[in-house]
Every structure is written in C-alpha cells, then in structure tokens.
C-alpha cells in the first residue's frame, strides 16, 4: 500500500476508516472473518497472518489492541461471551476498525468498545453474530449496520445505531490536551451560533448558562445571572472549550493595554480574512469599515498604550469600527494579546497596612482583584497608588 511520504506512522495525522471486519473464533475452523466492509478489503491470508493477535488468548480479552502490519493499523477489542449454547462453552469474537498505518487511531478505541458492547447486548438477545452463516438476512443486516458506521463517522464523526431494545450513539470525540483553569474575570465567547446548539446534545448546565455567553458577561457574571455555582459554571466552559465551542478571552476595559503579534502580517495578505474582519468588526447598520483603518488600530497597540487612548486617537465611531469587536477578533484570531498588569509590593513588612494586600505579591492580575472584590479598576488604583513601594509588572 503506497502513502505520501509526508505521512509517517506517529505522525500524529487523522485519516480516515479504510475498512470494517468481524471476526470470530469457530469452533472448528479457528479465526476467521465472517464479515467486512469493504469486501475484500484485508485479504485471507494477511488475515492469517495476524490472527493470533486479533483473537488472542484470554488474558488480552476485553483489552483494547492495536497491531500495524502490512500497512495497516488494526485496532479491536476481543470479546469472549461465556455460555453453554455454545460449541466449547464460549464465543469468541472481535470487531476491527482498519487505517491507514500512519493515521492515528486512539480516539477512536472508546468507539470500537462501544460498538462492541452493542453486538454483544444483539448476540445474547437474539445471538445476531454467531448465527451469521445460518442466517443471510441477519448478514445483510450487519453489512448495512457496518457500512452506516464507516460512512458516518468517516464524513459526520457520528452515528447513531438502533437494534431491538436497544440504541447507540457513536461519536469520534478528538483527543486534546486539557484547557487551562478558567479564572472569573475571563469572558466566554461562542465560536459558532447559539443556533447550532442542539439541546439533547449538551447537559442542563450548558443550557442554562448558554443565554448569558454574549461574549461580554465575564465567568462571575455569568454565574450570577444564571444562578448557577460558580465552580460549575467554570467546569461547564472548561468543558465548552476542550471540545472546541467555546473559546475564553480577557475582559474588555478601555484601560486595557494590547500588543500586536506575528500573526498580523496575515491580515495584509490574505483577503478572506479582510472580509471576515470587515464584517465582524463593522458598527450595525453602517457603511464598511476600511481594512486600512483596522490594520492601522492593530499595528498602534502597544504597551503603554491603552484602549482609551487608541479611541482617543483614531475614533473608531467614525471609522465604522466597533472596538471591542476589534479586540474580541484580534484575540481569536491571534493578532492581539493583551497586556496584564500585576501589582507587587515590594515592602513585604508592611502588607497588612495596604488595602489588597493579599492580592499584591505578583500572582494576581488587576482583572482578577478587581473581579474578586467587585471594585473598578480605578477604585483599585485610587486605593493603593498612595503606597511608593507598590509596583506593577506587565507582561
């Protein structure tokens, strides 16, 4: 089997279900495959080959196993159902999933066990499997079964499979590295329409906050107007962001300071990206802004420099620009960071005569004290610009 060379097994790429098999242990014949879509796709004697593995000896029953050969990366779950119906008192059988040998296949193990578990609930009403041979109608049957899950998941990452008594949903859930804990004073904001959400998809949590992410209201907020525990409300967005529906950007404040990145050149470029930026950051109801007049925002922010002061400069007003689209834009799209503030005390002997004192040791950022204690961010320079040995960092 040929593959470009720019795939590599560990190469950590996705591709896509090349073929679907059942296999089972008979009585007599030994392993051997009873069903695939595609037909033919693994051939008799690789099967042969591999055997062994794929339906191996008890100790690896119930375990996931993943075997690459010939190109191949196999990825099963033998299963064994003990009864006295049975030739030998057992069945034995496993369903594999078969890729490419360089695509990655581990977010789809939990997939193949459930999938598994649902032949197993048709073998022991109905011993749907191990009659194959003896009965065409019930072949046909999984043949279509089998093929709806190749074509499913290959094109929607889901599928939903029903039998007698019993339904499963099937969905390739992506692996991802856990999003980072989510402070109070960041601002969900929906990477797709509240449309798209499907109620019978996401838990009632998720529903119940879901009206309040505008992409304005800050995590306390939220939780505040939803009447929802705080601690949950973040578990819930933790949750939103791993799968990609949510992503958390700083709290909008005209005192706010950003700086440009890297990423910005693209917006110089790349014309798609214009017209998606014209549109998300034009002011309802006016004429386009220009991306000259975006660009020349973007390339001005700086430290030192805060959000106020660019308005100040600029007037986005006039230019048809809303301004905490243009933040809000720039941070998904990576053009922008922003710039935090950190107060530290730098005479520790006397942090119980500072207000905030607790806060002022360079861990939290002004956002962060000024949402814990419910005050402004001038309330808290007001407080403590008096105190000569209190500094702040930016970074």
Not at 25 to 53: L, N, R, W
Not at 136 to 144: A, D, F, H
Not at 217 to 222: A, L
Not at 387 to 392: C, K, L, Q
Request: proline content about 5%; charged content about 20%; overall charge neutral.
């Amino acid at each position: 089997m040929l593959r470009p060379s720019r795939f590599y097994e560990g190469c950590g790429r996705d591709g896509p279900i090349r073929c679907i098999f059942l296999c089972e242990f008979h009585p007599t014949a030994g392993p051997k495959i009873v069903c695939q879509v595609p037909e033919d796709y693994m051939s008799k004697d690789d099967f042969e080959s591999v055997s062994v593995y794929i339906i191996p000896k008890a100790q690896l029953f119930k375990n996931v196993i993943t075997i690459t050969v010939f190109g191949f990366k196999i990825l099963g779950f033998p299963t064994r159902i003990d009864d006295k119906v049975y030739a030998r008192n057992a069945y034995c059988f496993n369903l594999c999933f078969v890729f490419d040998a360089w695509a990655r296949s581990v977010h789809y193990e939990n997939i193949v066990k459930k999938l598994t578990d649902f032949l197993m609930s048709l073998e022991i009403t109905c011993r749907f499997i191990s009659q194959l041979a003896n009965n065409k109608s019930n072949g046909t049957q999984l043949v279509t079964m089998l093929n709806q899950v190749m074509n499913d998941l290959n094109t929607h990452k889901y599928c939903v499979l029903s039998g007698p008594k019993v339904i499963t949903h099937l969905k390739v859930v992506q692996i991802r590295p856990d999003p980072p804990p989510i402070s109070d004073c960041e601002v969900p904001v929906l990477l797709d329409s509240k449309e798209s959400f499907h109620s019978d998809r996401w838990d009632l949590t998720t529903m119940q906050i879901l009206p309040y992410i505008n992409g304005v209201n800050h995590v306390k907020k939220i939780s505040a107007m939803a009447g929802v525990n705080n601690n949950l409300v973040k578990s819930c967005l933790q949750n939103l962001v791993y799968y990609g529906v949510v992503c958390m950007i700083p709290i909008f404040l005209y005192s706010s300071m950003y700086a440009v990145t890297p990423k910005l050149r693209k917006l110089a470029v790349d014309k798609k990206l214009q017209e998606e930026c014209i549109l998300a950051l034009t002011r309802t109801g006016k004429e386009s802004a220009q991306i000259r007049d975006i660009f020349c925002m973007y390339s001005n922010m700086k430290s030192g420099v805060t959000m106020k002061d660019l308005c100040i400069r600029f007037n986005p007003l006039q230019l048809n620009i809303d301004e905490r689209s243009l933040v809000e834009f720039g941070i998904l799209e990576g053009f922008i960071r922003r710039i935090h503030e950190y107060p530290v005390n730098l005479e520790t002997s006397m942090m119980n005569d500072v207000p905030y004192s607790q806060y002022l040791t360079g861990e939290y950022s002004t956002d962060s004290i000024c949402c814990m204690n419910e005050i402004s961010l001038k309330q808290l320079h007001d407080s403590i610009e008096s105190y000569p040995n209190i500094v702040f960092i930016c970074k």
